[in-house]
């Protein structure tokens, strides 16, 4: 026992253990109800983390007592900063924090350092109680809630990130990271591509959409809200038309759908229809409207051909036009051809005259 002890120890000290262990080294001077109620309140068994109230119901405490008893757990270790073992984790909370150039979502830290492990994540939240060199940010606003270093240049971040938000202000559309970045140096920013990024990764007016692109949060090829700004999204980013089932199969690999639920195709196909911003240009097969596609039968979409055209065409220029706005056969187009339109000549044909 004593040598298994040892071990964690060890590895404690060279940073190796997991957060839970080495919470599990320092708490092993706690008082017994002291341990389990951070255990508790932390969620170290992996179960989820209670409330001050639900634990102060437990023991029969008050809130405040229960906060009282958490506020000495975390002096108990701060009063050993100097330990090999906690200066190893506060060298790796600061080292991930520096990583994402000194300040990062709560998010991205905790996946970062804890991945899917809620024990590891509640021993990661204890320790970040007690570190010096690492503090929570509030939600601000223009930043979402972070974790910074000690002396974290907030005034670079401000100017980062107002000329990050003049950008995209004045851009058509969303931008990809070269462009964005880009555009960025030309407005005198000075940091460089990695920084400037992770500066704007806590920025809650401008974000970075599932497909890479950056623009407004609030823009709808950012943050899509109702299926339809998805499928647009979708869309838009694949460039071609989509049957409606991959449409909402893509949606849901993009995260773009809340956690637990799924997009049912027939919503899709349900949403599509009945908007002027997509065209259905084959079975099944949406395009959007403003990559020049149609509404309307083939019959509709040659008869619109052949009345912009200022004489008759031949049966291969036809085709092609119509390919360029519809998913279809070229069999379906010539059938169309010889049943509602005129011939003439050999191989050409306009609108019959009625």
Known sequence: ???????????????????????????????????????????????????????GKTYGITRERVRQILAGAF?????????????????????AVRDRSGIVTVDDLFADLAGGSKAEAGALSFFLECVRNVRE?????????????????????????SAAVAVVKDAEGVL?????FAAAKKRGVGVDRKTFFGYLAVSSVVRRNPF????????????????????????????????FKEIAKRIDEAGLQKRGRVTHPQTVHNELIKDKKFVLVGRGLYALAEWGYEKGTV???????????????????????V???????R??????????????GKDRYTVKVK
């Open 1 to 55: 026992m004593a040598n298994v002890k040892s071990r964690a120890v060890a590895a404690a000290e060279k940073g190796d253990a997991p957060f839970s262990d080495a919470l599990g080294i320092f708490s092993a001077s706690f008082l017994p109800r002291t341990n389990d109620i951070v255990r508790a309140r932390f969620g170290l068994s992996g179960a989820k983390p209670k409330t001050l109230e639900a634990i």
């Open 212 to 243: 890479g692109r950056w623009g407004l949060a609030e823009s709808g090829e950012i943050s899509p809200r109702g299926t339809r700004e998805k499928a647009y999204l979708v869309l838009r980013m694949h460039g071609e038309p989509m049957h």
């Open 75 to 95: 002096t108990s270790v701060k009063q050993r900063r100097e330990d090999p073992g906690f200066v190893a984790v506060a060298e790796r909370i600061e080292k």
């Open 299 to 321: 019959r509709d979409v040659i008869t619109a051909i052949l009345s912009r055209s200022k004489s008759p065409m031949s049966r291969e220029a036809i085709i092609d036009e």
């Open 137 to 161: 940010e509030r939600e601000g606003k223009n930043r979402v809630r972070a974790y910074a270093v000690a002396g974290f240049p907030f005034g670079e971040w401000e100017n980062v990130h």
């Open 323 to 329: 390919l360029k706005v519809r998913t279809v056969k």
């Open 176 to 180: 990809t990271e070269d462009e964005f």
């Open 331 to 344: 069999s379906t187009i010539v059938i169309n051809l010889n049943s509602f339109f005129g011939k003439v």
